[in-house]
Structure formats: structure tokens, C-alpha cells
């Protein structure tokens, strides 16, 4: 299995970014896929997840400004992050639960000037 990311940039505080991720390789038993962040000297943070159903969890610190979203045909996730603040910042990694397993991509940094 594989989890390739993009859509990361350098962007100004209050602006938009994308992230998408597609999935690749045996997904028999996918279910959770969603985002996570660390932020240098910080640990790695939820950010968002989605079940194959639908149903969402948020991080407090992006409610309202980020959406989790998932196309099941092909097996990609994304996140919308509005009003990007400094504090979003970091390297954002999705997420996947394939048949009981963890799956993680290589990360992707964003940045948020001020």
C-alpha cells in the first residue's frame, strides 16, 4: 500500500490550501483514512479523519476551517484548510486503516506565514 500526498505549499495567514491524497495497492478492508500533523518539537497530531461511511472527527483547533472529504472509487482523501493561521504549520501526513493496519504517507509541509 501505498499513500501519496500533494497540494502542500507556503501560503499567507488567512489563505486556502488543498491537500489530496491517493491510495495505491491492495485496498481490501480500507475503512479510516484522514490527516495528521507535527509541527517541529511538537508530536505528530490528528487533524481530521473520515470513515467509509462518512462520519468525521475534527482536532478542535481546525473546526470550522477544515474539511475532511473522500472519494471511495478511487481511494482518495482530502483536506480543505480555510484561514490558514502560522499555527497550522507543519508536516501533514495521511492517514490510512487497511484491514486493521496502519498506513502512512511521506508527509507534506505546509506553511503559514503571518
Known amino acids: 500500500v501505498q499513500l501519496v500526498e500533494s497540494g502542500g505549499g507556503l501560503v499567507q495567514a488567512g489563505e486556502s490550501l488543498r491537500l489530496s491524497c491517493a491510495a495505491s495497492?491492495?485496498?481490501?478492508?480500507?475503512?479510516?483514512m484522514g490527516w495528521y500533523r507535527q509541527a517541529p518539537g511538537k508530536q505528530r497530531e490528528l487533524v481530521a479523519t473520515?470513515?467509509?461511511?462518512?462520519?468525521?472527527n475534527y482536532a478542535d483547533s481546525v473546526k470550522g476551517r477544515f474539511t475532511v472529504s473522500r472519494y471511495n472509487s478511487n481511494d482518495t482523501v482530502y483536506l480543505k484548510m480555510n484561514n490558514l493561521k502560522p499555527e497550522d504549520t507543519a508536516v501533514y501526513y495521511c492517514y490510512s486503516l487497511i484491514h486493521f493496519r496502519d498506513y502512512w504517507g511521506q508527509g507534506i509541509q505546509v506553511t503559514v506565514s503571518s
Open positions: 473520515i470513515t467509509g461511511r462518512g462520519s468525521t
Open positions: 495497492g491492495s485496498m481490501w478492508g480500507i475503512s479510516t
